[in-house]
């Protein structure tokens, strides 16, 4: 494995650099979050520029590019101070453009040519979390007509998303099978509540509720009863996604707290010249080099058709922890401007939180890899 970016890498990453100093600055993102406004400005310029596009197969009007190069983009952007919750929509968009019918795939590339993400994920519901197989949404037949009745929760983008990628199951069925639907968010029966939260605030979670929502049969996305094997065609690359973004934010604040540490005067001396300061920023490059060797191999890893069902769920699981800890020690460091909206550790600070929830708990990586460790040793 050889992670020396290419020359092509270089010069992507380069104009990306170039595009966040214009486009991106702290100041924005603050206010962006402290009115908790979607930056579109940023996203729209991120367009312009292709990366709205980076990952999405050229017969699609994209820029097809290997896992490895996603993810050296996702941690670009989130080590310059870009929120880690707004890169990556290539990939749910995907899942559309491999199971959806071709106008579900054409009303979904408008959108994304126009740097607006097209629908919002409905899986997620009150007692359906990590356990997905508890989806109690349903879908019934009548009159030539399909009817969705549910209460789906924490989906983020609802309140924008023109459409909603809807995870339901059939009744009558024998066995629980989960079908998903293409639903406008328009569509009468549809009532949106956003939910209060700690972090995230550029973009919107909601409370969804579907009362008697009316679609028809062109409205089904793949193949009815086969909505798990859908959703996990990409869930594994997804996570890993996450990860890089939350890395990138990791390094973010640590670039940050060692600025400090060679400015910051404390008893006569720059704080940077004390050894408990000195080790926390030890620890902390080490814990930015194991995420990165991490992230990196398994990315490696899938561009060579290697499988990554094991490697996907360690990398989710420590990069969400690590980072956080890299987070919460640059916030350590810088004190108390540290714990001030005035600097952006704090927002990193409540958004890297998360992402030991969001895409899969540690619980359920725990879950994923040990049983998979399991199995591999059993043979």
Not at 129 to 158: E, L, M, W
Request: hydrophobic share 40%; with cysteine; charged share 25%.
């Amino acid at each position: 494995m050889d992670f020396k970016k290419t020359e092509e890498q270089e010069l992507l990453l380069e104009s990306l650099r170039e595009l966040i100093a214009r486009d991106g600055s702290e100041e924005y993102f603050r206010e962006c979050d402290e009115k908790h406004h979607y930056p579109e400005r940023f996203m729209k310029a991120l367009l312009d520029g292709g990366f709205g596009l980076l990952g999405i197969p050229e017969q699609y009007g994209g820029t097809e590019v290997d896992n490895l190069t996603l993810m050296m983009v996702a941690e670009e952007l989130t080590k310059a101070g870009v929120p880690s919750y707004l890169y990556g929509n290539a990939l749910p968009v995907d899942d559309m453009l491999t199971f959806g019918s071709e106008e579900q795939k054409k009303i979904t590339m408008e959108y994304v040519k126009q740097g607006i993400m097209p629908f919002c994920l409905g899986f997620s519901e009150p007692q359906a979390g990590s356990d997905s197989s508890a989806i109690a949404t349903t879908y019934t037949r009548s009159k030539g007509k399909v009817y969705i009745n549910g209460h789906k929760t924490f989906i983020t983008g609802a309140s924008r998303s023109p459409y909603m990628l809807c995870m339901a199951r059939d009744p009558a069925a024998t066995d629980p099978t989960f079908t998903m639907w293409f639903l406008p968010m328009n569509a009468p029966g549809i009532t949106v509540e956003p939910l209060p939260k700690l972090g995230m605030n550029m973009v919107d979670s909601c409370e969804v509720y579907l009362d008697n929502v009316a679609v028809t049969e062109q409205d089904l996305v793949g193949v009815e009863g086969k909505g798990f094997v859908q959703l996990m065609k990409n869930f594994e690359i997804e996570r890993l996604m996450l990860a890089a973004a939350t890395m990138g934010a990791a390094e973010c604040a640590f670039a940050d707290a060692v600025r400090y540490a060679n400015q910051r005067l404390q008893f006569g001396k720059k704080i940077g010249q004390f050894q408990l300061i000195q080790e926390k920023l030890t620890y902390m490059a080490i814990k930015i080099e194991n995420m990165r060797n991490m992230i990196y191999k398994t990315a490696w890893e899938k561009d060579n058709g290697i499988s990554i069902k094991i490697s996907s769920a360690l990398a989710k699981l420590y990069c969400a922890q690590a980072a956080f800890e890299v987070i919460d020690a640059a916030m350590q460091i810088l004190g108390g401007i540290g714990y001030t909206t005035d600097h952006r550790i704090s927002r990193l600070w409540r958004d890297a939180r998360v992402q030991r929830i969001a895409g899969g708990t540690d619980e359920i990586m725990v879950h994923i890899a040990g049983r998979a460790i399991l199995k591999e040793y059993a043979k």
